[in-house]
């Protein structure tokens, strides 16, 4: 998607927590069709950049500019009519549990559009349809498996027809199939919606299977060390921590044995 056009732009970004800096210096493009992945160790902030970039933290200084609007330092209104272009999905799904899962995916249509019961419950089964969950309409998040209920945060994370869809290790907790499933879920709705992904996870699989676009952040010096397709990286990058990272630490241990 390199010629595509720019959907989010970060500038000289530092996040942290009062005089604590967790990362510095962050610059990156999230271009129109991305798959884009936020990689790095534990504690390296990655779910701090995805709240920071969905508009639930304020940077401690620095630029997120979505089109031409500068997010930090726009008005409310602005941000608000920014934020109606966001989906997002956190990582147990954050269903409802006392919810069906029509009720659930019809929440955000009933807090934020004036449209009728009959139209919402439409579009309510058009989205579960849309990830394999046609005729589910009436079951409870307890009655279904875990990659199920990936799936139907992500109906609801759709519901709004957003722009763009952040996503945090969304294959957490799932088995290897389903993990998958969800990745090919993913890359079917890129391909039929053009939705931009920012998509935070560690699970290797998924970054080659579907990333196109990442920023891996380094825990050691408090910035961003490499950025760009995971795939090139790890065959082009000659940082060792991200070489480490994209190989689960298989490289290292091979130099350590000779």
């Given amino acids: 998607m390199a010629d595509a056009p720019p959907e989010i732009v970060v500038n000289g970004l530092d996040m942290g927590y009062g005089d604590f800096i967790l990362m510095k210096d962050l610059n990156f493009t999230v271009r129109k069709g991305d798959i884009f992945i936020v990689m790095g160790g534990s504690g390296c902030g990655k779910s701090t950049l995805m709240k920071i970039l969905i508009g639930l933290k304020k940077p401690s200084r620095g630029q997120v500019i979505y089109g031409n609007v500068n997010f930090w330092e726009a008005d409310l209104a602005e941000r608000q009519r920014i934020m ?27 807090q934020y559009t004036n449209l009728g019961q009959k139209q919402i419950t439409k579009i309510v089964s058009l989205k579960l349809a849309l990830v394999g969950l046609a005729g589910f309409e009436k079951f409870y998040p307890s009655e279904i498996s875990g990659g199920m209920k990936k799936r139907a945060g992500l109906a609801r994370a759709m519901a709004l027809d957003p722009d763009i869809l952040f996503f945090d290790e969304p294959s957490a907790g799932l088995d290897p199939v389903s993990a998958r499933l969800l990745d090919d879920l993913i890359l079917e709705l890129r391909e039929s919606l053009g939705t931009t992904f920012v998509i935070v996870t560690h699970e290797l699989a998924s970054i080659f299977a579907i990333g196109n676009n990442s920023v891996y952040l380094d825990v050691d010096t408090r910035t961003m060390t490499a950025s760009g397709d995971p795939r090139k990286l790890l065959i082009e990058s000659t940082d060792p921590k991200v070489r480490n990272f994209l190989t ?11």
């Fill in 84 to 110: 109606r272009r966001f989906g997002v999905m956190y990582q147990s799904g954050a269903l409802w549990s006392s919810m069906t899962l029509a009720e659930n995916v019809a929440l955000p249509l009933e």
């Fill in 248 to 258: 689960r630490g298989e490289e290292s241990a091979r130099v350590q044995a000779l």
